[in-house]
């Protein structure tokens, strides 16, 4: 079983066992992203996917991976590393995973909850139109971030998710240009 998930730089040839994740398309990248994986015996191995990195998390609870890359979003099977799914062109630029297992995503302008397929994501509805979503940390079970009000670029707010009943709520205006 998979334990540890961890983007890195291209790793010198031999180093890992590596496998590739990747979908013939023409809208592919030339681009790469290499995903350390350490699985319960501490076995290492690298996972090669296409396109940009962008951020990779673990669900313990739900025993799946996501990999967000520029080009795609892959659902892995934690026991065996196996896909399970993945959707081509995302527009996702973070990720991260509520306590409850939950992987939560945000574009730039809206948060979407995963609690089953990738194609069944939940937009969750905000007190404010948000632009510019950048996810900051969790404080139980409130994950905090900051946006720009959409249209309103000099309010910027911090805002908390709180993945006990899945609502967004103003935390605190902030003035920072």
């Known amino acids: 079983m998979i334990e540890l998930v961890d983007i890195i730089n291209r790793p010198y040839s031999g180093k890992f066992e590596e496998r590739l994740y990747d979908n013939q398309s023409p809208w ?6 290499y995903v ?18 962008r951020k990779v998390e673990i669900s313990k609870k739900r025993c799946e991976i996501l990999i967000l890359t520029s080009d795609y979003l892959w659902k892995l099977d934690s026991n065996n590393g196996e896909i399970i799914e993945f959707i081509d062109q995302p527009q996702y630029q973070n990720l991260t995973v509520a306590p409850n297992g939950d992987f939560i995503l945000a574009d730039f302008y809206n948060i979407s909850r995963i609690d089953g397929a990738l194609k069944d994501s939940k937009d969750l509805i905000s007190p404010v139109q948000m632009d510019m979503v950048k996810f900051k940390n969790w404080e139980n079970e409130k994950l905090i971030f900051e946006c720009d009000e959409f249209m309103n670029w000099e309010r910027h707010l911090v805002l908390e998710l709180d993945s006990s009943n899945w609502t967004i709520e103003i935390k605190t205006p902030h003035n920072t240009v």
């Not at 592919?28 to 992203?33: D, G, K, L």
């Open 36 to 53: 350390k994986f350490t699985n319960d015996d501490y076995l290492e191995w690298c996972g090669v996917f296409r396109g940009s990195p």
């Open 28 to 33: 592919n990248s030339q681009s790469w992203t």
